[in-house]
Protein backbone atom coordinates (compact mmCIF):
# COMPACT_ATOMS: atom_id res chain seq x y z
CA UNK A 1 0.00 0.00 0.00
CA UNK A 2 1.52 3.44 -0.97
CA UNK A 3 -0.03 6.91 0.65
CA UNK A 4 1.21 10.04 -1.00
CA UNK A 5 1.54 13.25 0.71
CA UNK A 6 3.74 16.69 0.56
CA UNK A 7 5.35 16.09 4.32
CA UNK A 8 5.33 13.10 6.48
CA UNK A 9 5.53 14.01 10.26
CA UNK A 10 7.06 11.23 12.28
CA UNK A 11 5.75 10.92 15.63
CA UNK A 12 2.85 12.70 17.74
CA UNK A 13 4.25 14.40 20.40
CA UNK A 14 4.60 18.24 21.37
CA UNK A 15 6.59 18.46 18.37
CA UNK A 16 5.13 16.44 15.55
CA UNK A 17 1.90 18.12 16.36
CA UNK A 18 3.07 21.81 15.65
CA UNK A 19 5.14 20.68 13.05
CA UNK A 20 1.96 19.34 11.41
CA UNK A 21 -0.22 21.67 12.06
CA UNK A 22 2.38 24.32 10.83
CA UNK A 23 2.91 22.68 7.41
CA UNK A 24 -0.58 21.83 6.82
CA UNK A 25 -1.77 25.52 7.99
CA UNK A 26 0.68 26.49 5.26
CA UNK A 27 -1.03 24.66 2.43
CA UNK A 28 0.96 21.69 2.37
CA UNK A 29 -0.79 18.13 1.96
CA UNK A 30 0.33 16.74 5.54
CA UNK A 31 0.18 13.62 7.18
CA UNK A 32 1.27 12.70 11.12
CA UNK A 33 2.32 9.66 11.83
CA UNK A 34 1.91 8.40 15.54
CA UNK A 35 1.72 5.06 17.32
CA UNK A 36 -0.88 5.67 19.26
CA UNK A 37 -3.75 8.15 18.30
CA UNK A 38 -5.12 8.35 21.53
CA UNK A 39 -2.26 9.35 23.17
CA UNK A 40 -1.21 12.61 21.06
CA UNK A 41 1.07 15.01 22.62
CA UNK A 42 0.96 13.37 25.70
CA UNK A 43 2.58 15.33 28.86
CA UNK A 44 5.04 12.33 29.32
CA UNK A 45 6.84 13.66 32.24
CA UNK A 46 5.20 16.84 34.33
CA UNK A 47 1.96 17.49 33.40
CA UNK A 48 2.94 21.00 33.14
CA UNK A 49 3.86 23.69 30.43
CA UNK A 50 5.77 26.58 30.73
CA UNK A 51 8.69 28.05 33.41
CA UNK A 52 11.31 29.75 32.91
CA UNK A 53 12.46 30.81 29.15
CA UNK A 54 9.92 28.05 28.51
CA UNK A 55 6.97 30.09 28.83
CA UNK A 56 8.13 32.76 26.64
CA UNK A 57 8.75 30.08 24.06
CA UNK A 58 5.27 28.71 24.46
CA UNK A 59 4.08 31.84 23.82
CA UNK A 60 6.22 32.78 20.75
CA UNK A 61 4.42 29.59 19.47
CA UNK A 62 0.90 31.54 19.43
CA UNK A 63 2.61 34.56 17.80
CA UNK A 64 3.65 32.16 14.80
CA UNK A 65 0.01 30.15 14.95
CA UNK A 66 1.21 27.33 16.74
CA UNK A 67 -1.73 26.03 19.11
CA UNK A 68 0.46 24.42 22.14
CA UNK A 69 -0.97 28.26 24.36
CA UNK A 70 -4.46 27.88 23.40
CA UNK A 71 -4.23 23.83 24.51
CA UNK A 72 -2.56 25.32 27.71
CA UNK A 73 -5.56 27.52 28.14
CA UNK A 74 -7.82 25.48 27.46
CA UNK A 75 -6.59 22.57 30.26
CA UNK A 76 -4.81 24.67 32.87
CA UNK A 77 -5.74 23.78 36.29
CA UNK A 78 -3.43 26.00 37.65
CA UNK A 79 -1.48 29.35 36.69
CA UNK A 80 1.36 31.51 37.64
CA UNK A 81 3.52 34.40 36.24
CA UNK A 82 7.23 33.41 37.55
CA UNK A 83 9.62 35.54 38.47
CA UNK A 84 7.73 38.45 39.18
CA UNK A 85 9.87 39.85 41.96
CA UNK A 86 12.51 40.53 39.11
CA UNK A 87 12.17 42.73 36.09
CA UNK A 88 9.69 41.98 33.03
CA UNK A 89 12.41 40.15 30.95
CA UNK A 90 12.51 37.00 32.88
CA UNK A 91 8.50 37.06 33.59
CA UNK A 92 7.78 33.59 32.64
CA UNK A 93 4.09 32.08 32.45
CA UNK A 94 3.40 28.51 33.69
CA UNK A 95 0.83 26.38 33.83
CA UNK A 96 -0.32 22.95 35.13
CA UNK A 97 -3.26 21.14 32.86
CA UNK A 98 -5.14 18.38 32.85
CA UNK A 99 -3.25 15.92 31.40
CA UNK A 100 -5.98 13.79 29.92
CA UNK A 101 -7.77 16.98 28.49
CA UNK A 102 -4.84 18.30 27.18
CA UNK A 103 -4.66 15.28 24.75
CA UNK A 104 -7.99 15.38 23.49
CA UNK A 105 -7.66 19.23 22.86
CA UNK A 106 -4.80 18.77 20.85
CA UNK A 107 -6.93 15.61 18.95
CA UNK A 108 -9.80 18.37 18.49
CA UNK A 109 -7.02 20.55 16.99
CA UNK A 110 -5.61 18.19 14.60
CA UNK A 111 -8.72 16.96 13.83
CA UNK A 112 -10.49 20.10 12.12
CA UNK A 113 -6.57 21.23 10.57
CA UNK A 114 -7.66 20.68 6.79
CA UNK A 115 -4.62 19.42 4.66
CA UNK A 116 -3.47 17.16 7.70
CA UNK A 117 -4.12 13.54 7.94
CA UNK A 118 -3.55 10.96 10.70
CA UNK A 119 -1.99 7.64 9.91
CA UNK A 120 -1.29 5.41 13.24
CA UNK A 121 1.33 2.97 12.58
CA UNK A 122 5.17 2.87 13.29
CA UNK A 123 7.76 4.10 11.20
CA UNK A 124 10.42 1.49 10.14
CA UNK A 125 12.57 2.85 7.58
CA UNK A 126 13.46 6.04 6.20
CA UNK A 127 13.54 5.94 2.03
CA UNK A 128 16.17 8.20 0.63
CA UNK A 129 17.13 8.83 -3.25
CA UNK A 130 20.91 9.55 -4.44
CA UNK A 131 21.70 11.34 -7.59
CA UNK A 132 24.23 13.20 -8.76
CA UNK A 133 23.16 16.00 -6.49
CA UNK A 134 23.06 14.35 -3.32
CA UNK A 135 20.78 12.97 -1.70
CA UNK A 136 17.04 13.62 -1.26
CA UNK A 137 14.41 11.69 1.49
CA UNK A 138 11.68 10.47 -0.32
CA UNK A 139 9.35 9.24 2.32
CA UNK A 140 9.42 6.21 4.77
CA UNK A 141 8.02 2.81 5.23
CA UNK A 142 6.32 1.51 8.37
CA UNK A 143 5.86 -1.75 10.36
CA UNK A 144 3.05 -2.85 8.25
CA UNK A 145 4.67 -2.25 4.89
CA UNK A 146 3.14 0.75 3.80
CA UNK A 147 4.76 3.51 1.47
CA UNK A 148 4.46 6.61 2.41
CA UNK A 149 5.81 9.24 -0.20
CA UNK A 150 6.69 12.70 0.76
CA UNK A 151 8.92 15.45 -0.74
CA UNK A 152 9.57 16.07 3.04
CA UNK A 153 9.90 14.03 5.92
CA UNK A 154 10.14 15.38 9.88
CA UNK A 155 11.48 13.45 12.30
CA UNK A 156 10.26 14.68 15.62
CA UNK A 157 10.39 10.56 17.75
CA UNK A 158 10.95 11.96 21.27
CA UNK A 159 12.57 8.95 23.43
CA UNK A 160 10.69 5.87 20.86
CA UNK A 161 14.49 5.85 19.37
CA UNK A 162 15.53 2.39 20.77
CA UNK A 163 14.39 3.58 24.04
CA UNK A 164 15.39 1.38 27.00
CA UNK A 165 13.66 1.77 30.51
CA UNK A 166 15.20 1.06 33.71
CA UNK A 167 14.01 0.71 37.43
CA UNK A 168 16.85 -0.71 39.69
CA UNK A 169 18.75 -3.33 37.99
CA UNK A 170 15.66 -4.26 35.72
CA UNK A 171 15.80 -3.11 31.89
CA UNK A 172 12.71 -3.02 29.34
CA UNK A 173 12.95 -1.90 26.01
CA UNK A 174 10.41 0.85 25.56
CA UNK A 175 9.84 4.63 24.41
CA UNK A 176 7.58 5.27 27.42
CA UNK A 177 6.21 3.09 30.21
CA UNK A 178 4.26 -0.01 28.47
CA UNK A 179 4.80 1.84 25.27
CA UNK A 180 7.19 0.18 22.99
CA UNK A 181 10.51 0.92 21.33
CA UNK A 182 11.21 1.42 17.76
CA UNK A 183 14.20 -0.81 17.06
CA UNK A 184 14.82 -0.10 13.16
CA UNK A 185 14.36 3.72 12.33
CA UNK A 186 17.54 5.18 13.73
CA UNK A 187 19.79 2.44 11.59
CA UNK A 188 17.87 3.23 8.49
CA UNK A 189 18.97 7.41 9.00
CA UNK A 190 22.82 6.95 10.28
CA UNK A 191 23.14 4.49 7.13
CA UNK A 192 23.39 7.62 5.24
CA UNK A 193 25.87 9.58 7.43
CA UNK A 194 24.22 11.10 10.16
CA UNK A 195 25.78 10.77 13.51
CA UNK A 196 23.32 9.55 16.33
CA UNK A 197 24.80 9.08 19.97
CA UNK A 198 22.90 8.40 23.32
CA UNK A 199 20.72 10.27 26.08
CA UNK A 200 18.73 9.60 29.30
CA UNK A 201 16.13 11.43 30.96
CA UNK A 202 13.31 10.67 33.96
CA UNK A 203 10.70 10.91 35.83
CA UNK A 204 9.40 10.79 39.00
CA UNK A 205 6.69 8.37 40.97
CA UNK A 206 3.19 8.41 40.54
CA UNK A 207 0.63 9.23 43.79
CA UNK A 208 -2.77 8.66 44.66
CA UNK A 209 -3.73 11.85 46.69
CA UNK A 210 -5.80 9.47 48.78
CA UNK A 211 -2.82 8.28 50.63
CA UNK A 212 -1.62 11.66 51.08
CA UNK A 213 -2.14 13.86 54.78
CA UNK A 214 -2.20 17.19 52.97
CA UNK A 215 -2.66 18.94 56.67
CA UNK A 216 1.20 17.95 56.70
CA UNK A 217 1.99 19.58 53.55
CA UNK A 218 1.80 23.32 52.49
CA UNK A 219 -0.25 24.52 49.84
CA UNK A 220 0.66 26.78 46.62
CA UNK A 221 -2.12 28.75 45.32
CA UNK A 222 -2.24 29.49 41.77
CA UNK A 223 -2.54 33.09 40.40
CA UNK A 224 -6.59 34.21 39.12
CA UNK A 225 -5.29 37.36 37.17
CA UNK A 226 -5.85 38.15 33.19
CA UNK A 227 -2.44 36.32 32.05
CA UNK A 228 -2.30 33.22 29.96
CA UNK A 229 -0.43 31.94 26.95
CA UNK A 230 -2.22 32.46 23.99
CA UNK A 231 -2.70 35.87 23.07
CA UNK A 232 -6.80 34.85 21.62
CA UNK A 233 -7.55 31.90 23.21
CA UNK A 234 -10.35 32.50 26.23
CA UNK A 235 -9.40 32.85 29.56
CA UNK A 236 -9.37 29.75 31.88
CA UNK A 237 -12.26 27.43 32.04
CA UNK A 238 -11.33 25.07 34.42
CA UNK A 239 -11.65 24.15 37.86
CA UNK A 240 -8.29 25.75 39.52
CA UNK A 241 -6.77 23.69 41.61
CA UNK A 242 -3.89 23.89 44.65
CA UNK A 243 -0.16 22.63 44.49
CA UNK A 244 1.53 21.31 47.57
CA UNK A 245 5.20 21.49 48.88
CA UNK A 246 7.05 19.28 51.64
CA UNK A 247 10.76 18.45 51.84
CA UNK A 248 12.71 15.16 52.11
CA UNK A 249 14.88 14.30 55.61
CA UNK A 250 17.50 12.57 56.60
CA UNK A 251 15.94 9.40 57.05
CA UNK A 252 14.80 9.33 53.69
CA UNK A 253 18.28 9.88 52.33
CA UNK A 254 19.49 7.45 54.11
CA UNK A 255 17.24 4.93 52.39
CA UNK A 256 17.46 6.64 49.13
CA UNK A 257 21.21 6.29 49.66
CA UNK A 258 21.00 2.57 50.60
CA UNK A 259 19.87 1.69 47.13
CA UNK A 260 22.60 3.68 44.73
CA UNK A 261 24.59 0.18 44.32
CA UNK A 262 21.07 -0.75 41.87
CA UNK A 263 21.08 2.46 40.43
CA UNK A 264 21.40 2.03 36.91
CA UNK A 265 23.16 5.82 37.43
CA UNK A 266 25.93 4.74 39.80
CA UNK A 267 26.66 0.78 38.56
CA UNK A 268 27.68 1.14 35.22
CA UNK A 269 24.19 0.22 33.71
CA UNK A 270 23.41 4.04 31.96
CA UNK A 271 26.42 4.94 30.30
CA UNK A 272 24.63 8.27 28.58
CA UNK A 273 24.21 11.49 30.05
CA UNK A 274 20.82 12.50 31.65
CA UNK A 275 19.91 16.39 32.30
CA UNK A 276 21.75 18.40 33.87
CA UNK A 277 19.07 20.90 35.54
CA UNK A 278 16.46 18.01 36.49
CA UNK A 279 18.43 15.85 38.18
CA UNK A 280 17.00 12.78 39.67
CA UNK A 281 16.62 12.60 43.30
CA UNK A 282 19.67 10.02 43.92
CA UNK A 283 22.15 12.36 41.42
CA UNK A 284 20.85 15.22 44.33
CA UNK A 285 21.90 13.23 47.06
CA UNK A 286 25.62 12.72 44.95
CA UNK A 287 26.09 15.98 43.91
CA UNK A 288 24.81 18.06 47.05
CA UNK A 289 25.74 15.75 49.85
CA UNK A 290 25.79 18.47 52.70
CA UNK A 291 22.03 18.65 52.19
CA UNK A 292 19.59 17.50 54.51
CA UNK A 293 16.71 18.25 52.73
CA UNK A 294 15.16 18.49 49.56
CA UNK A 295 11.77 20.93 47.82
CA UNK A 296 9.08 18.62 46.36
CA UNK A 297 6.01 19.78 44.85
CA UNK A 298 3.19 17.54 44.69
CA UNK A 299 1.01 18.56 41.52
CA UNK A 300 -2.27 17.52 40.28
CA UNK A 301 -2.35 15.51 36.62
CA UNK A 302 -6.54 16.24 36.17
CA UNK A 303 -9.42 17.48 37.56
CA UNK A 304 -11.27 14.26 37.80
CA UNK A 305 -8.12 12.17 38.69
CA UNK A 306 -6.55 11.22 41.85
CA UNK A 307 -3.29 10.81 40.32
CA UNK A 308 -0.45 13.36 41.50
CA UNK A 309 3.06 13.74 40.08
CA UNK A 310 5.80 14.27 42.38
CA UNK A 311 7.82 17.07 40.94
CA UNK A 312 11.46 16.39 42.69
CA UNK A 313 11.91 12.98 42.96
CA UNK A 314 12.70 11.51 39.43
CA UNK A 315 13.94 8.39 40.13
CA UNK A 316 15.24 5.10 38.17
CA UNK A 317 16.19 3.94 41.87
CA UNK A 318 14.68 0.06 42.45
CA UNK A 319 10.98 0.54 43.19
CA UNK A 320 11.23 -0.73 46.49
CA UNK A 321 13.93 2.11 47.68
CA UNK A 322 11.74 4.62 46.18
CA UNK A 323 8.39 3.40 47.79
CA UNK A 324 10.03 2.85 51.65
CA UNK A 325 12.22 6.41 51.27
CA UNK A 326 9.07 8.26 50.51
CA UNK A 327 6.68 6.78 53.36
CA UNK A 328 9.27 8.79 56.09
CA UNK A 329 7.90 11.96 54.58
CA UNK A 330 5.06 12.65 57.11
CA UNK A 331 2.49 13.43 54.60
CA UNK A 332 2.89 10.43 52.73
CA UNK A 333 3.19 7.84 55.94
CA UNK A 334 0.33 6.04 53.87
CA UNK A 335 1.75 6.42 51.01
CA UNK A 336 0.37 4.62 47.78
CA UNK A 337 1.47 4.78 44.37
CA UNK A 338 0.46 4.39 40.58
CA UNK A 339 3.99 3.13 39.20
CA UNK A 340 7.40 4.24 40.88
CA UNK A 341 9.65 6.49 38.79
CA UNK A 342 11.80 5.33 36.13
CA UNK A 343 14.77 6.82 33.66
CA UNK A 344 14.54 5.82 29.82
CA UNK A 345 17.69 5.90 27.59
CA UNK A 346 17.04 7.15 23.85
CA UNK A 347 18.81 7.88 20.45
CA UNK A 348 19.24 11.11 19.78
CA UNK A 349 21.17 12.69 16.48
CA UNK A 350 23.82 15.50 16.68
CA UNK A 351 21.89 19.07 15.98
CA UNK A 352 25.41 20.66 14.11
CA UNK A 353 24.43 18.09 11.27
CA UNK A 354 21.40 20.68 10.38
CA UNK A 355 21.04 24.20 9.13
CA UNK A 356 19.09 26.89 10.89
CA UNK A 357 15.76 26.10 8.99
CA UNK A 358 16.45 22.31 11.28
CA UNK A 359 16.67 20.68 7.71
CA UNK A 360 19.56 18.18 7.23
CA UNK A 361 23.25 18.86 5.88
CA UNK A 362 23.29 15.47 4.67
CA UNK A 363 20.03 14.34 3.10
CA UNK A 364 17.50 16.88 1.37
CA UNK A 365 14.01 17.44 2.57
CA UNK A 366 15.08 15.37 6.32
CA UNK A 367 13.71 17.44 8.93
CA UNK A 368 14.67 16.74 12.90
CA UNK A 369 12.45 18.28 15.49
CA UNK A 370 12.48 18.15 19.39
CA UNK A 371 14.17 15.70 21.44
CA UNK A 372 15.87 13.94 18.88
CA UNK A 373 18.04 17.12 18.15
CA UNK A 374 19.41 16.53 21.97
CA UNK A 375 16.52 18.62 24.12
CA UNK A 376 14.54 17.95 26.36
CA UNK A 377 10.87 19.73 27.15
CA UNK A 378 7.82 19.64 25.95
CA UNK A 379 7.68 23.70 24.99
CA UNK A 380 11.81 23.66 23.71
CA UNK A 381 10.07 20.61 21.02
CA UNK A 382 7.22 22.68 19.98
CA UNK A 383 9.05 25.40 19.33
CA UNK A 384 11.53 22.89 16.96
CA UNK A 385 8.23 21.64 15.39
CA UNK A 386 6.69 24.76 14.28
CA UNK A 387 9.91 25.79 12.71
CA UNK A 388 10.28 22.74 11.01
CA UNK A 389 6.62 22.59 9.67
CA UNK A 390 7.23 26.39 8.27
CA UNK A 391 10.30 25.51 6.45
CA UNK A 392 9.45 21.62 5.27
CA UNK A 393 6.12 23.97 4.17
CA UNK A 394 7.81 26.41 2.09
CA UNK A 395 10.34 23.72 0.56
CA UNK A 396 7.37 22.02 -0.48
CA UNK A 397 5.80 25.29 -2.35
CA UNK A 398 8.86 25.93 -3.90
CA UNK A 399 9.49 22.72 -5.67
CA UNK A 400 12.21 22.77 -7.97
CA UNK A 401 14.05 25.37 -5.69
CA UNK A 402 16.44 24.44 -3.37
CA UNK A 403 15.78 26.35 0.12
CA UNK A 404 18.81 28.33 0.50
CA UNK A 405 19.43 30.05 3.65
CA UNK A 406 20.71 33.39 1.74
CA UNK A 407 17.13 33.56 0.31
CA UNK A 408 14.31 34.68 3.33
CA UNK A 409 11.57 33.76 0.69
CA UNK A 410 12.37 30.08 0.64
CA UNK A 411 13.42 29.29 4.33
CA UNK A 412 12.12 30.88 7.65
CA UNK A 413 15.04 31.30 10.33
CA UNK A 414 14.66 33.70 13.94
CA UNK A 415 17.66 35.82 14.98
CA UNK A 416 19.13 35.49 18.56
CA UNK A 417 17.49 38.89 18.96
CA UNK A 418 13.94 37.52 18.07
CA UNK A 419 13.27 34.72 19.60
CA UNK A 420 13.87 32.29 22.19
CA UNK A 421 13.45 29.72 19.56
CA UNK A 422 15.86 31.65 17.45
CA UNK A 423 18.40 31.19 20.14
CA UNK A 424 17.64 27.89 21.11
CA UNK A 425 17.78 26.51 17.66
CA UNK A 426 21.20 28.36 17.03
CA UNK A 427 23.04 27.04 19.94
CA UNK A 428 22.53 23.61 18.88
CA UNK A 429 23.10 23.88 15.49
CA UNK A 430 26.31 25.72 16.18
CA UNK A 431 27.42 24.56 19.58
CA UNK A 432 26.07 20.98 19.61
CA UNK A 433 24.67 19.10 22.94
CA UNK A 434 26.73 16.68 25.02
CA UNK A 435 23.37 16.77 27.84
CA UNK A 436 19.55 17.13 27.11
CA UNK A 437 19.24 21.40 26.26
CA UNK A 438 16.81 23.13 27.94
CA UNK A 439 16.66 27.26 27.71
CA UNK A 440 16.91 29.31 30.13
CA UNK A 441 16.74 33.34 30.06
CA UNK A 442 20.60 33.58 31.00
CA UNK A 443 21.46 31.52 27.54
CA UNK A 444 19.77 34.74 25.56
CA UNK A 445 21.96 37.70 25.66
CA UNK A 446 18.64 40.00 24.28
CA UNK A 447 16.34 39.20 27.43
CA UNK A 448 14.83 42.42 27.57
CA UNK A 449 13.79 41.84 23.99
CA UNK A 450 12.26 38.28 24.44
CA UNK A 451 9.82 39.14 26.79
CA UNK A 452 6.83 36.82 27.28
CA UNK A 453 4.31 39.84 27.00
CA UNK A 454 6.02 40.92 23.01
CA UNK A 455 6.51 37.66 21.55
CA UNK A 456 3.05 39.04 19.16
CA UNK A 457 5.17 42.16 18.58
CA UNK A 458 8.18 40.41 17.44
CA UNK A 459 6.97 37.04 15.37
CA UNK A 460 3.16 37.68 14.15
CA UNK A 461 3.54 39.98 11.24
CA UNK A 462 6.50 38.06 9.64
CA UNK A 463 4.59 34.83 10.39
CA UNK A 464 2.11 36.21 8.19
CA UNK A 465 3.73 37.03 5.85
CA UNK A 466 4.93 33.74 5.13
CA UNK A 467 1.38 32.02 5.76
CA UNK A 468 2.34 30.81 8.97
CA UNK A 469 -0.24 32.97 11.23
CA UNK A 470 -3.65 33.28 10.18
CA UNK A 471 -5.41 36.84 9.10
CA UNK A 472 -7.41 36.11 12.59
CA UNK A 473 -4.43 36.11 14.04
CA UNK A 474 -2.72 39.31 12.47
CA UNK A 475 -5.73 40.93 13.16
CA UNK A 476 -5.77 40.27 16.86
CA UNK A 477 -2.29 41.96 16.91
CA UNK A 478 -3.07 44.92 14.58
CA UNK A 479 -5.74 45.79 17.06
CA UNK A 480 -3.69 45.51 20.14
CA UNK A 481 -0.44 47.53 18.52
CA UNK A 482 -2.78 50.31 17.85
CA UNK A 483 -3.92 50.41 21.41
CA UNK A 484 -0.51 50.32 22.69
CA UNK A 485 0.38 52.81 20.60
CA UNK A 486 -2.41 54.89 21.45
CA UNK A 487 -1.60 54.69 25.27
CA UNK A 488 1.87 55.62 24.78
CA UNK A 489 0.87 58.68 22.82
CA UNK A 490 -1.39 59.89 25.56
CA UNK A 491 1.03 59.62 28.26
CA UNK A 492 3.21 61.55 26.20
CA UNK A 493 1.12 64.32 25.29
CA UNK A 494 -0.98 64.69 28.67
CA UNK A 495 0.44 67.06 31.28
CA UNK A 496 0.60 67.08 34.73
CA UNK A 497 0.60 70.05 37.11
CA UNK A 498 2.23 69.59 40.85
CA UNK A 499 -0.56 71.28 42.66
CA UNK A 500 -3.23 67.85 41.24
CA UNK A 501 -0.72 65.03 42.35
CA UNK A 502 2.11 66.15 44.51
CA UNK A 503 0.16 65.69 48.09
CA UNK A 504 -0.38 62.04 46.73
CA UNK A 505 3.32 61.84 45.37
CA UNK A 506 4.41 62.69 48.91
CA UNK A 507 2.50 60.31 50.31
CA UNK A 508 3.15 57.32 47.89
CA UNK A 509 7.17 57.80 48.75
CA UNK A 510 8.29 59.37 45.77
CA UNK A 511 9.54 62.89 44.69
CA UNK A 512 7.16 66.03 44.12
CA UNK A 513 6.85 67.93 41.15
CA UNK A 514 8.63 71.53 40.76
CA UNK A 515 7.15 71.56 37.28
CA UNK A 516 4.41 70.91 34.86
CA UNK A 517 5.45 67.57 33.72
CA UNK A 518 3.66 64.97 31.06
CA UNK A 519 2.57 61.74 32.43
CA UNK A 520 4.95 59.25 30.75
CA UNK A 521 7.76 60.85 33.03
CA UNK A 522 5.62 59.49 36.23
CA UNK A 523 5.09 56.61 35.00
CA UNK A 524 8.57 55.77 34.05
CA UNK A 525 9.29 56.51 37.96
CA UNK A 526 9.83 52.73 39.94
CA UNK A 527 7.51 53.37 41.99
CA UNK A 528 4.52 54.04 40.01
CA UNK A 529 2.68 52.17 38.00
CA UNK A 530 -0.94 52.43 36.17
CA UNK A 531 -2.61 51.29 38.33
CA UNK A 532 -1.57 53.85 41.11
CA UNK A 533 -1.93 56.84 38.96
CA UNK A 534 -4.77 55.80 37.99
CA UNK A 535 -6.29 56.75 41.12
CA UNK A 536 -5.50 59.89 41.05
CA UNK A 537 -5.28 60.73 37.30
CA UNK A 538 -9.02 60.50 35.87
CA UNK A 539 -8.10 61.35 32.77
CA UNK A 540 -5.91 58.24 32.73
CA UNK A 541 -8.40 55.80 34.40
CA UNK A 542 -10.49 56.68 31.76
CA UNK A 543 -7.92 55.62 28.94
CA UNK A 544 -7.58 52.32 30.92
CA UNK A 545 -11.13 51.35 31.19
CA UNK A 546 -11.97 51.84 26.86
CA UNK A 547 -14.46 49.40 26.26
CA UNK A 548 -12.44 46.10 25.61
CA UNK A 549 -11.79 43.14 26.95
CA UNK A 550 -7.89 43.65 26.72
CA UNK A 551 -7.20 46.53 28.63
CA UNK A 552 -4.85 44.98 31.17
CA UNK A 553 -2.47 43.05 28.57
CA UNK A 554 -2.44 46.23 27.01
CA UNK A 555 -1.72 48.79 29.79
CA UNK A 556 0.86 46.28 30.61
CA UNK A 557 2.87 46.58 27.78
CA UNK A 558 2.32 49.92 26.98
CA UNK A 559 3.63 50.26 30.66
CA UNK A 560 6.50 47.74 30.18
CA UNK A 561 7.83 49.66 27.01
CA UNK A 562 7.83 53.23 28.67
CA UNK A 563 9.41 52.10 32.03
CA UNK A 564 12.21 50.21 30.16
CA UNK A 565 12.46 52.58 26.85
CA UNK A 566 15.97 52.83 27.64
CA UNK A 567 17.26 49.39 28.15
CA UNK A 568 14.60 48.39 25.26
CA UNK A 569 16.96 51.06 23.00
CA UNK A 570 20.07 50.22 24.28
CA UNK A 571 20.05 46.24 23.80
CA UNK A 572 18.77 47.17 19.82
CA UNK A 573 21.55 49.15 19.46
CA UNK A 574 23.98 46.14 20.57
CA UNK A 575 21.54 43.47 18.69
CA UNK A 576 21.87 45.94 15.38
CA UNK A 577 26.16 45.76 15.66
CA UNK A 578 25.86 41.94 15.88
CA UNK A 579 23.51 41.76 12.75
CA UNK A 580 25.94 43.22 10.72
CA UNK A 581 28.35 40.03 11.65
CA UNK A 582 25.25 38.18 10.61
CA UNK A 583 25.21 39.44 7.05
CA UNK A 584 29.00 38.39 6.30
CA UNK A 585 28.42 35.54 4.83
CA UNK A 586 31.00 32.88 4.73
CA UNK A 587 29.92 29.59 3.80
CA UNK A 588 31.62 27.97 1.08
CA UNK A 589 34.68 30.51 0.86
CA UNK A 590 36.78 28.72 3.32
CA UNK A 591 38.82 25.14 3.25
CA UNK A 592 39.56 25.28 7.16
CA UNK A 593 41.65 22.48 6.99
CA UNK A 594 44.50 23.91 4.58
CA UNK A 595 44.12 27.30 6.80
CA UNK A 596 47.23 27.33 9.07
CA UNK A 597 46.49 30.86 10.22
CA UNK A 598 43.60 29.33 12.55
CA UNK A 599 44.06 27.49 15.80
CA UNK A 600 43.59 23.23 15.43
CA UNK A 601 40.92 23.29 17.28
CA UNK A 602 39.16 26.31 15.44
CA UNK A 603 39.82 24.22 12.09
CA UNK A 604 38.06 21.63 13.26
CA UNK A 605 35.19 22.79 14.41
CA UNK A 606 34.57 25.38 11.55
CA UNK A 607 35.45 22.39 9.19
CA UNK A 608 32.77 20.24 10.76
CA UNK A 609 30.02 22.98 11.43
CA UNK A 610 30.35 24.87 8.37
CA UNK A 611 29.07 28.15 9.37
CA UNK A 612 27.01 30.23 7.83
CA UNK A 613 28.29 33.67 8.73
CA UNK A 614 31.00 35.16 10.74
CA UNK A 615 28.40 35.70 13.69
CA UNK A 616 27.71 31.98 13.86
CA UNK A 617 31.48 31.42 13.72
CA UNK A 618 31.92 33.40 16.47
CA UNK A 619 30.12 31.50 18.59
CA UNK A 620 31.38 27.97 17.66
CA UNK A 621 32.88 27.37 20.82
CA UNK A 622 36.83 26.44 20.24
CA UNK A 623 36.63 29.52 18.10
CA UNK A 624 38.59 32.71 19.60
CA UNK A 625 38.12 36.47 18.90
CA UNK A 626 41.51 36.18 17.42
CA UNK A 627 40.39 33.41 14.98
CA UNK A 628 37.46 35.43 13.60
CA UNK A 629 39.83 38.20 12.97
CA UNK A 630 42.04 35.81 10.75
CA UNK A 631 38.95 35.12 9.02
CA UNK A 632 37.68 38.60 8.63
CA UNK A 633 41.15 39.62 7.40
CA UNK A 634 41.04 36.96 4.90
CA UNK A 635 38.12 38.45 3.73
CA UNK A 636 38.92 41.44 3.34
CA UNK A 637 41.70 40.82 0.76
Not at 373 to 398: H, K, P, S
Not at 423 to 438: C, H, M, N, S
Not at 502 to 522: Q, V
Request: charged share 25%.
Amino acid sequence: MELNYDIVVIGGGHAGCEAATAAANMGAKTCLVTMDMNKIAQMSCNPAIGGIAKGQIVREIDALGGHTAEVTDATAIQFRMLNRGKGPAVWSPRAQCDRGKFIWKWREVLDNTPNLSIWQDQADELLVEESANGKRVTGVKTIWGVTINAKCVIVTAGTFLNGLLHIGRKMIAGGRIAEPAVPNFTQSITRHGIRTARMKTGTPVRIDKRSVDFSLMEVQDGETDFHQFSFMAPHRQLAQLPCWTCNTNKEVHDILKSGLADSPLFNGQIQSIGPRYCPSIETKLVTFADKDQHPLFLEPEGVETNEMYLNGFSSSLPMEIQLSALKKIPAFRNLEVYRPGYAIEYDFFDPTQLKHTLESKIVDGLFFAGQVNGTTGYEEAAGQGVVAGINAALVTAFTGKRMDEEDNKYSFVMKRDESYIGVLIDDLVTKGVDEPYRMFTSRAEYRILLRQDDADARLTEKAYEIGAASRKRYDWWTEKKEAIGELIKFCESHSIKPKDVNSTLESLGTTTLRMGCKLIDLVSRPQLNFATLSGFIPELKSQLEKPSNRNEEIAEAAEIRIKYKGYIEREKVVADKMHRLEGIRIKGRFVYSEMNQLSTEARQKLEAINPETIAQASRIPGVSPSDINVLLVLLGR
